[in-house]
């Protein structure tokens, strides 16, 4: 659609973004005394939810914002970039509970572009023709190692590789421009933090050669060799990379430079606030808002487990506006 | 039929695509502005005065067609009087349309993504509508200077005898 496709869409959405969290009633939520308290000042702020329940308040929150979307593009499969995590998850999930047995309730996300009904169904019968092409061979590999090594951890890989690849495939395809950012700096954000990981932990390179995902703005065999060296290798690496921020805060704690990641994505995409043509402030909200929830989140679990101010808000992700 | 009765044809021709042209770029331009303007009053009705004000921005260079159109026509004994006009004086006429010709259907289009951007602003800063109102009307600038031309234009070739 070309991009005078989506005016009206794009003028509900700035009206719309009056209604996003700002830093300051992130602070009042920081400053109050409990998370029933924090309930209340969402509840006054417009978001939904009973009393005691923040998971179904949130839950709702996304669903909200996923029915406005729907509502405003005719097509929401250019937004199914944002969604392939879930879908992966799901497969995880399947793959890992065909092969125990026992039921497991509560593992699988509703949110994907799939039923995870019929991931489960695919993985039980090993019938991978019910899944999309784009998941057929990934599910069938992912299944064979762990039958074969009962190694749920390069299951794991296997998919998350497969997952990343399809985030920035998808982005790249787009050719729209928070969606490509959105994809690139999903995937090069995931290769910086499996480096440090295995590099911490002292992995092998068949464990790197099958857990990066390519990417454009990083040089995996770089990364792959600074990660053979050490930790302090792949930070001196990424000081040549656009990603030199990343190194002190891979430093000081895995929470810390999770935090990054997403205020990297929020401080990318802001400037659609000032673009009133195009898919990118849709695509620009939904992020936003996905952000705002996972904030709360935290927040919300910080109060409910006695932790500081302080240290709630450190993990506290920027605001988009 | 003589090289002569080309004349009414080139002015009048001028003076339909004067009145088309702006009409269609006038009526992309308030449709693109009336989808933004829709879009603020689904979310928020109380700013519908604002965001119609602007809206009916880029609707003006339609009404500059016409004018230059209806002049023309005047001019030209389209819409009584003598019809009879020289080739040369037709192409003159055909002249004269051509600034609104261009002007108006291409100013109403960047008028238009103009008033769509201020629409935008007015769903966030109501309170900045005054300054919002300023971006697209400086658009309206090179329409009026369009329809200027085409109007002296017009008068000054009635006046020639050829």
């Known amino acids: 659609m070309p991009d005078n496709g989506y005016i009206y869409a794009v003028a509900r959405i700035r009206t719309k973004e009056l209604q996003l969290l700002t830093a300051s009633f992130l602070e009042q939520l920081l400053a109050a005394p409990s998370e029933e308290q924090c309930l209340r000042l969402l509840r006054e702020h417009g978001w939904d939810g009973e009393s005691h329940d923040a998971d179904k308040m949130l839950a709702q929150e996304r669903r909200k914002t996923w ?31 065909s092969c125990r047995s026992g039921i497991h309730p509560g593992i699988f996300l509703e949110y994907g572009t799939i039923p995870s009904a019929t991931i489960q169904k695919a993985t039980d019968s090993r019938n991978f023709s019910l899944l999309p092409e784009r998941m057929r061979q990934t599910a069938k590999v992912a299944m064979d190692t762990l039958l074969r090594t009962r190694d749920g951890q390069m299951c794991d890989c296997i998919i998350d590789r497969a997952a990343l690849t399809e985030i920035g495939r998808a982005g790249k395809e787009s050719h729209e421009e928070v969606l490509s950012l959105y994809g690139e700096l999903t995937v090069a954000t995931a290769d910086i933090k499996t480096a440090y990981r295995a590099a911490r932990t002292q992995k092998d390179h068949a464990f790197l050669e099958r857990s990066l995902a390519p990417c454009d703005t990083l040089e995996i065999s770089g990364l792959e060799s600074a990660a053979l060296k050490g930790p302090d290798a792949v930070c001196s690496f990424l000081g040549s990379t656009p990603y030199a921020e990343a190194a002190p805060k891979l430093k000081t704690s895995p929470a810390v430079f999770e935090c990054w990641c997403d205020n990297l994505l929020i401080r990318s995409i802001r400037p659609q606030i000032h673009n009133p043509f ?11 808002r996905e952000s705002e929830i996972k904030t709360v989140r935290i927040i919300l679990s910080g109060k409910r487990n006695g932790l500081s101010a302080e240290s709630i808000r450190e993990r506290v992700r920027e605001p988009y506006v | 039929m003589s090289m002569n009765s080309f004349g009414i044809f080139f002015a009048l021709l001028g003076a339909v695509l004067a009145a088309l042209l702006s009409g269609i770029g006038s009526a992309k331009g308030v449709g693109m502005a009336g989808q933004a303007a829709a879009g603020v009053c689904t979310e928020d009705p109380s700013k519908f005065s604002k965001v119609l004000i602007l809206q009916l921005l880029p609707g003006t260079q339609g009404i500059y067609g016409l004018l230059i159109a209806f002049l023309t026509m005047t001019q030209i004994g389209v819409m009584g009087g003598n019809p009879d006009i020289s080739l040369v ?20 289009i960047h008028q238009a993504k103009a008033a769509v951007a201020s629409i935008n602003m007015v769903a966030k800063k109501p309170e900045q509508f005054g ?7 400086m658009v309206e600038t090179y329409a009026i200077l369009a329809l200027l031309i085409s109007i002296l234009a017009i008068y000054g070739i009635s006046a020639i005898k050829i």
């Not at chain 1, 499969?77 to 497969?91: G, R, T």
């Not at chain 2, 300054?131 to 009307?137: R, T, V």
């Open chain 1, 67 to 97: 029915s406005l979307i729907g509502e405003l593009v005719p097509d929401l499969s250019v937004f199914h970039v944002f969604l392939y995590q879930y879908d992966y998850h799901n497969l995880k999930a399947a793959v890992k509970e």
């Open chain 1, 278 to 288: 195009g898919l990118g402030p849709l695509a620009a909200y939904i992020l936003a």
């Open chain 2, 89 to 108: 004086k037709g192409l003159l006429y055909f002249a004269a349309c051509l600034p609104m010709i261009v002007v108006g259907p291409v100013s109403a």
């Open chain 2, 131 to 137: 300054k919002a109102m300023i971006f697209p009307a």
